[in-house]
Every structure is written in structure tokens, then in C-alpha cells.
């Protein structure tokens, strides 16, 4: 069973939500397309393609990678190969591309592996990271959209759905004792109240925010894979240097969550955009690693 056979089972209405929802957020991801260098750009895990749209409109040569069929299928007539992140290279060729764009798949890359199937492991961020180096060209891009771990230490969280935390941590592949490079563990400290780690909590959150059509999916990913600075530091030691990389709270996820689940920290960073550079490239734009105070960078 591959990596994306195991990580479906969606029923079609679920499917078409998860898909609906990827191309809802397209204005929070065009961003990263200022960051893209002139020429062909490489869209891994692309979806259903609609942010190769934007990049072509803007005038790059595109390409997209993504390992399920039924995301090749929806992208139609884009070019868009059927593959793993860890395969950039073999599909792209090797020193091919200016820049690889990573919205929202490195977690997933991390919770369901690549073609092993291997879940939660650093490992397989690694392999992919290790695949773009080769398949960028000196100079190179790489941007990641993706899931940041808030601050360490204990939070408390408050839910008001019955059963909603049990019933998360019984089907989450990182519950405590699993074997993961992370695990997730809550306790029951009152009716309604939980605690554990923030990061813990964050992903119950950010696990619950989407309902119950997407929990089936959602469950089985770990979002908030690294903080912020320590993310930077591990891609910088693929043997890129960060240009820049700053956190946000993703549009819709307070509103999401207001008057269901409540925190006794503030509401932390839901994501993070870090732009990188090839080590040894040309580096066209000053190094500016703004990381705000808050990561003690
Ligand atoms: C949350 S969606 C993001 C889609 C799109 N990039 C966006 O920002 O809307 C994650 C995508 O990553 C793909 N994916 C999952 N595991 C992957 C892997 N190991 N390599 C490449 N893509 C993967 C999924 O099939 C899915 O299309």
C-alpha cells in the first residue's frame, strides 16, 4: 500500500471538500509567488493545480508532482506528474529547476512518508529536501508553506464537544507511545478541559477546525512539524540558506475554533513561509532572516 492509498478512504464528499478547501486558501498562498525566480517552477504536491495557475499566469514555466491519482486526475490538462517529493529529481532532472514550491505538503510528507508509507518521521522530510537540492539549479529556490509548532510548555484547552478529545487521541497515529518522531498526549483535568503540551493542543485544534467530514484525513497528520527558527535550521542543513521566513495565523482558523475549543495561551502561529536558496548561489536578494522576536532566534 503507497503512502496516499493508505492516507484516503475519503468518502466523495469528503474528497470534494478536501480538494474545495486547498483551492479556498489560494489567496493566502500567492504570496509565495513574489518569492519564485524567473523561469520553471516545480509545484510538489500541487493538488488539484490551481496555484500552478497563478504561477504560469505570472510567467514561469510549471511543472507539479503529486502522488495521488485523484489530485493528477482533478489537475486535467496541467503538467502534472504522478510522484513522491523524494522523486522531484528523477522527474524534473537534475539541476533543472529555478525554483520548488511546497505548500502545505512537507507535514503531510512527514505523516505519511513518500512511496515507504513511513509515518512520522523526519526522515522523509529529509529524503524530499535531499531530492530538491538536487533538481534546483545553483541559486534555486525553495519555499515552504507549512504547519509551525508553537512555543514549548504546557497549555490547558477547553473543549465543548463531549468526547472530542478521546475520540482524537484514539485514532491519532501520534498518540504517545507509537513510535514517532512526534506524539501528541492530552489530559482530562476537568469535564471540559485538557492539557498537555501546546503543541499537543494545537493539533487537537487545528484537527477539530475542520469538522467532522475531514477528521478522517486531518487525524492522520501531525501539522506543526517544527517551530519556526528550528525548521530553518534543518533545511539549511540540506545545504540551502534561508532568504527569509516569518510566521502568521492562516485566515479562518480563530474564526474556526471561537466558542469551540478556547486556550489558556494566546492563539499561537498556525503557519510559517520560509524561502531558501540554494547554498553557494548567485543569492539575488539581500539575506534577511526575518524571524520574529518571539522564536528567540
Ligand atoms: C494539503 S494538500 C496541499 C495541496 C496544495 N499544494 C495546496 O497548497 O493547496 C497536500 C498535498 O500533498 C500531497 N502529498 C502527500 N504526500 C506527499 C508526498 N510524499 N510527496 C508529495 N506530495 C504529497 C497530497 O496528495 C496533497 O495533494
Not at 524567473?38 to 497563478?54: M, Q, T
Not at 509548532?149 to 463531549?162: Q, T
Not at 471561537?258 to 536578494?285: H, I, K, Q, T
Request: aromatic share 10%; glycine share 12%; proline share 5%.
Amino acid at each position: 500500500m503507497t503512502a496516499v492509498e493508505s492516507a484516503g478512504g475519503l468518502e466523495a464528499d469528503a474528497l470534494d471538500l478536501y480538494y474545495a478547501r486547498m483551492s479556498a486558501s489560494i489567496g493566502d498562498k500567492a504570496e509565495m509567488v513574489r518569492h519564485v525566480r524567473p523561469g520553471r517552477a516545480l509545484d510538489v504536491g500541487c493538488g488539484s493545480g490551481e496555484l500552478l495557475d497563478v504561477l504560469a499566469a505570472a510567467g514561469h514555466e510549471v511543472v507539479g508532482l503529486d502522488p495521488a491519482p485523484e489530485s493528477v486526475r482533478r489537475a486535467g490538462a496541467r503538467n502534472v506528474h504522478l510522484a513522491y517529493a523524494d522523486e522531484a529529481a528523477e522527474v524534473c532532472g537534475p539541476h533543472s529547476l529555478d525554483t520548488v514550491v511546497c505548500s502545505s505538503v512537507l507535514h503531510e510528507v512527514f505523516s505519511y512518508g513518500n512511496a515507504d508509507a513511513v509515518v512520522g518521521r523526519e526522515s522523509s522530510v529529509s529524503a524530499a529536501l535531499v531530492a530538491f537540492r538536487r533538481a534546483l539549479v545553483p541559486g534555486g529556490r525553495l519555499i515552504v508553506r507549512d504547519g509551525v509548532m508553537p512555543a514549548p510548555g504546557p497549555a490547558r484547552i477547553r473543549v465543548d464537544e463531549p468526547g472530542a478529545v478521546e475520540r482524537f487521541l484514539r485514532h491519532s497515529p501520534f498518540r504517545r507511545g507509537h513510535g514517532t518522531d512526534r506524539e501528541i498526549h492530552l489530559e482530562q483535568v476537568g469535564p471540559d478541559a485538557f492539557e498537555g503540551e501546546f503543541s499537543s493542543a494545537m493539533e487537537f485544534a487545528f484537527t477539530y477546525t475542520w469538522g467532522e467530514r475531514s477528521f478522517a484525513r486531518e487525524v492522520r497528520e501531525f501539522y506543526g512539524v517544527f517551530r519556526l527558527a528550528e525548521y530553518a535550521r534543518f533545511v539549511q542543513a540540506h545545504g540551502f540558506r534561508l532568504v527569509c521566513a516569518r510566521e502568521y495565523v492562516q485566515p479562518g482558523y480563530r474564526d474556526h475554533l471561537a466558542g469551540r475549543v478556547s486556550f489558556d495561551r494566546d492563539f499561537p502561529a498556525s503557519n510559517g513561509l520560509w524561502v531558501y536558496e540554494v547554498d553557494g548561489g548567485a543569492g539575488r536578494e539581500r539575506t534577511v532572516a526575518r524571524i520574529g522576536p518571539r522564536q528567540g532566534l
